[in-house]
């Protein structure tokens, strides 16, 4: 078994290309998200080549009856809370997301 220090800091070091890459060559991706977005695969990748057994990570990915449904919906709602307290803290203006946009975050 690995530790959780080891993801964490694989997690790090395997982000900060996806950093250098948003401020050489800044762009932005659909739904105006910087190209940091991106590393979302790195913690996937990498709790992939850490685990013992990665088919029961896609086994359980996709078991949301196994958490309660109160969890379920916080951890659901953790990401736009935290994007617009972001944008806040930033000094960005907080925009509605385009319901026209919505598959296609939905399929990112």
Do not use: Q
């Not at 964490?8 to 190209?35: D, H, K, N, Q, R």
């Amino acid at each position: 078994m690995r530790s959780s220090g080891a993801f964490l800091a694989g997690v790090f070091l395997a982000s900060l290309p996806f950093y250098v890459w948003g401020l050489v060559w800044p762009m932005t991706l659909p739904l105006g998200m910087p190209i940091s977005a991106r590393m979302i695969v790195v913690p996937a990748g990498l709790a992939v080549l850490l685990s013992e057994d990665p088919a029961g990570l896609w086994r359980g990915l996709g078991d949301l009856g196994r958490a309660p449904l109160g969890w379920t919906m916080c951890a659901m709602a953790l990401v736009p809370v935290a994007t617009a307290l972001a944008r806040l803290w930033a000094g960005w203006p907080v925009t509605p997301l385009p319901w026209s946009g919505l598959p296609l975050m939905l399929a990112l």
